[in-house]
Nanobody, 118 residues
Framework: QVRLVESGGGSVQPGGSLRLSCVAP???????????MAWYRQAPGKQRELVAV???????KVTDSVKGRFTISRNNSRKTITLQMNSLESEDTAVYYC?????????WGQGTQVTVSS
């Protein structure tokens, strides 16, 4: 398993922005680049859903509900992925989880709360 540490959650008003970060402190560079990295979220009473993913070759995919508002990026030298969230809506309120996948390895961070409310 991979240890993942998220940061950057918090409370914001609708229309605001937040930036989430996730670091894999125990991986070295040559290991980190082998992982597809993603952000998921889980709202109260709902299933966990994929928000955005960036594969090892840099291809990104974001779910339709956040297209044009959220951007995923990765810095391999810092073993970090980020999720820039703009124009936040109340429906974006959830616990956001960082995820790392490679072969049979599927690891999760502890989650960070994002609350969008006026």
């Amino acid at each position: 398993q991979v240890r993942l540490v998220e940061s950057g959650g918090g409370s914001v008003q609708p229309g605001g922005s937040l930036r989430l970060s996730c670091v894999a402190p125990r991986l070295i560079f040559s290991e980190f680049i082998q992982y597809d990295m993603a952000w998921y979220r889980q709202a109260p009473g709902k299933q966990r859903e994929l928000v955005a993913v960036m594969s090892t070759n840099g291809i990104t995919k974001v779910t339709d509900s956040v297209k044009g508002r959220f951007t995923i990026s990765r810095n391999n030298s810092r073993k970090t992925i980020t999720l820039q969230m703009n124009s936040l809506e109340s429906e974006d309120t959830a616990v956001y989880y960082c995820n790392a996948q490679r072969d049979s390895i599927n690891s999760w961070g502890q989650g960070t709360q994002v609350t969008v409310s006026s």
